[in-house]
């Protein structure tokens, strides 16, 4: 009788489902790593964002006390509007823009977040007497605490498919 060989590579089913296991299990743990290199990358930008905009922001706040600071003087030595604005514009001439149109004074400072960015704050100033028309408790109102962006975004839309 002849006996029956069984030939070497004889691989039951249960091996290649675990084979098949295996690789399933370390492509997604590729993938997860890859992930998580990700996020913390963009936690990084996130963070250095943040931090640069709370920088500038309290440096904003500063400003603002300092005008605030120089209004409430200014206020309470001149009742002309015209002498008010003129000597608030002169005053503030360090830090800030003025400009006056139809009888309103907006001063206007920027301060550098990035090189990209910068936080631009607009204020309306009331002169005493709109503060006592219009019985209001502050010689300004903010117009406008936003982002701006001082550069042109150049944006990467190149591909490179063959090295």
């Given at each position: 009788m002849k006996?029956?060989?069984?030939?070497?590579?004889?691989?039951?089913?249960?091996?290649?489902?675990?084979?098949?296991?295996?690789?399933?299990?370390?492509?997604?743990?590729?993938?997860?790593?890859?992930?998580?290199?990700?996020d913390a990358r963009l936690g990084q930008k996130m963070q250095a964002q943040l931090t640069g905009y709370y920088a500038a922001s309290n440096k904003a706040e500063e400003l603002l006390?300092?005008?605030?600071r120089i209004l409430a003087d200014t206020g309470s030595k001149t009742a002309d509007t015209a002498e008010f604005f003129a000597r608030v514009s002169?005053?503030?001439?360090?830090?800030t823009t003025a400009e006056e149109?139809?009888?309103?004074?907006?001063?206007?400072?920027?301060?550098?977040?990035?090189?990209?960015?910068?936080?631009?704050?607009?204020?309306?100033?009331?002169?005493?007497?709109?503060?006592?028309?219009?019985?209001?408790?502050?010689?300004?109102?903010?117009?406008?605490?936003?982002v701006i962006h001082t550069k042109d975004w150049e944006g990467d839309n190149t591909l490179q498919l063959i090295q």
């Open positions: 006996k029956k060989s069984l030939p070497v590579t004889n691989i039951g089913t249960i091996s290649l489902i675990m084979i098949f296991i295996v690789l399933c299990m370390v492509t997604f743990a590729a993938l997860s790593l890859s992930s998580a290199a990700s006390a300092q005008t605030d002169e005053e503030t001439a360090g830090f149109t139809d009888g309103q004074l907006t001063l206007a400072y920027q301060v550098d977040i990035n090189d990209s960015q910068a936080l631009s704050v607009r204020l309306a100033i009331r002169s005493p007497q709109q503060i006592k028309e219009e019985s209001a408790d502050s010689y300004y109102k903010i117009l406008s605490w936003q």
